[in-house]
T-cell receptor
Framework: GENVEQHPSTLSVQEGDSAVIKCTYS??????FPWYKQELGKRPQLIID?????GEKKDQRIAVTLNKTAKHFSLHITETQPEDSAVYFC??????????????FGTGTRLTIIP | DSGVTQTPKHLITATGQRVTLRCSPR?????VYWYQQSLDQGLQFLIQ???????AKGNILERFSAQQFPDLHSELNLSSLELGDSALYFC?????????????FGEGSWLTVV
C-alpha cells in the first residue's frame, strides 16, 4: 500500500520568513495530493491540493510543487504570519479497485511562527 | 462549517464499555471515511464506506465496527474499550469514491476512556 513520509516533524520560523514542508510517497499510481491544516483540537481543513498532471499550484501565500519522477511534493508558505501556526498534513491518494481511492496521510508537521 | 456532522462532540466512558459515534456526511456525498487521531499523532485511516458498502479497510481493530445506512449516515461502534482507545475520531465525506475528490472532515468526536 501507499506510504507517505513527511518532514520535518516540527518547524519554527520567524514571522515573515518562508516555511517549506516536504513529503514523499511510494505508490507511483498516486494522482492526487492534498494538504490539510489542523489547528489544535479542530478538524483538518484543506488548504491546497495538486493533481498529478500539474507540477505547481499557487494560492496567495501558499504553493505546492509536485515531482512525479522523484515521488515527492512540497508545501511552501511565504510571508508567514502567526495564524499560520498549526499542524500541517500532506496526503496522497492512491487508486484502489472498483474506481475507489484511499487517502494516506503523512505524520504531520507542527509549524510554529515566532513573532 | 464543512457540512459533515458528528455526534457526540465529547464522550467519557469507562474501560470495557461500548460506544457509538455517528456521522452525517455532506449533502450529496456518498462516501464516508473514519479516521482516528490519538494525542499528538497523525490521522489513522480506519474504514471507508460508499453508498452503504464497505470499500476500504485500514488499521481498524476487530473490537471496532462501522456501517453506512441507506440514508448515508454512518456509525462507528467501539466495544470493549481500552484506555488506548482515547482519541479524536473524525468522520469525513466525499462526493464519490473516485480519486481526486476533496475530503471534508467533520469536527470530530472526542472519546476519553477512563
Amino acid at each position: 500500500g501507499e506510504n507517505v513520509e513527511q518532514h520535518p516533524s516540527t518547524l519554527s520560523v520567524q514571522e515573515g520568513d518562508s516555511a517549506v514542508i516536504k513529503c514523499t510517497y511510494s505508490d507511483s499510481a498516486s494522482n492526487y495530493f492534498p494538504w490539510y491544516k489542523q489547528e489544535l483540537g479542530k478538524r483538518p481543513q484543506l488548504i491546497i491540493d495538486i493533481r498529478s498532471n500539474v507540477g505547481e499550484k499557487k494560492d496567495q501565500r501558499i504553493a505546492v510543487t509536485l515531482n512525479k519522477t522523484a515521488k515527492h511534493f512540497s508545501l511552501h508558505i511565504t510571508e508567514t504570519q502567526p495564524e499560520d501556526s498549526a499542524v500541517y498534513f500532506c496526503a496522497a491518494s492512491s487508486p484502489l479497485r472498483f474506481g475507489n481511492e484511499k487517502l494516506t496521510f503523512g505524520t504531520g508537521t507542527r509549524l510554529t511562527i515566532i513573532p | 462549517d464543512s457540512g459533515v456532522t458528528q455526534t457526540p462532540k465529547h464522550l467519557i466512558t469507562a474501560t470495557g464499555q461500548r460506544v457509538t459515534l455517528r456521522c452525517s456526511p455532506r449533502s450529496g456525498d456518498l462516501s464516508v471515511y473514519w479516521y482516528q487521531q490519538s494525542l499528538d499523532q497523525g490521522l489513522q485511516f480506519l474504514i471507508q464506506y460508499y453508498n452503504g458498502e464497505e470499500r476500504a479497510k485500514g488499521n481498524i481493530l476487530e473490537r471496532f465496527s462501522a456501517q453506512q445506512f441507506p440514508d448515508l449516515h454512518s456509525e462507528l461502534n467501539l466495544s470493549s474499550l481500552e484506555l488506548g482507545d482515547s482519541a479524536l475520531y473524525f468522520c469525513a465525506s466525499t462526493r464519490t469514491a473516485n480519486s481526486g475528490n476533496t475530503i471534508y472532515f467533520g469536527e470530530g468526536s472526542w472519546l476519553t476512556v477512563v
